[in-house]
Structure formats: C-alpha cells, structure tokens
C-alpha cells in the first residue's frame, strides 16, 4: 500500500549527502594530498603546456569559481511594432482638421 497523497517522504538519504562512491573518492584524494582544481590551475598556468590543453584545464575549473549566465537573445532580425494609442476627445470642436492635407487650400 502507498503513501497518501500530501505526506512527505519518510527515509533514504537526506538532501546534500554525497553517496559512498563520492565519499571514498574524496577520502582517496584527502589521503595522498590531491586537489583536483588545484591540479587543473597548474597544468593552466604552466605555459610549458600546449595552449589549447591549458584552455581546457580553464573551462573545467570556470563552473566552480564563477556562476554560469543564462544565454541572451541577440537577434535583431525582427522588427518591433510599437502600438501608440490615444483619446482624443472628439465632443469638444468636433474635427480639428489639422492632420487633413488639403491641396486646394
């Protein structure tokens, strides 16, 4: 038989607990003195190293030290309507006359 519908989960691992395999991997590194992104800022910063592997090295360390943006629409390619809307109040004067092109006048 199912939970009701509403109640909250009961049980399994709470939220942000690393699993066993990532808990083992960081004590692995711990224990011989590795720091990955430290590794990574040295193969990047070492100009001894081909460019394009020092490139690489930057991309994989970027996501930690600053936020992805969220892409912008560039595109000019369309055209944009602007819709002007007035009140004009007509019982006053009636028509004004002046938007009225008259070529005999």
Not at 74 to 82: H, Y
């Amino acid at each position: 038989m199912s939970r009701p519908m509403g109640t909250p989960k009961t049980g399994g691992r709470k939220k942000g607990t690393p699993n066993r395999a990532t808990t083992a991997l960081e004590e692995k590194l711990n224990a011989i003195g590795c720091d990955p992104l430290i590794e990574l800022a040295k193969i990047a910063m070492n100009e001894k190293n081909p460019l394009l592997i020092r490139i690489r090295c930057l991309i994989e360390i970027a996501p930690y030290v600053s936020p992805k943006r969220k892409p912008v629409d560039g595109s000019t390619d369309e055209s944009s309507v602007i819709n002007v809307t007035s009140k004009l109040d007509s019982s006053v004067g009636g028509s004004d006359g002046g938007n009225q092109h008259n070529p005999g006048a």
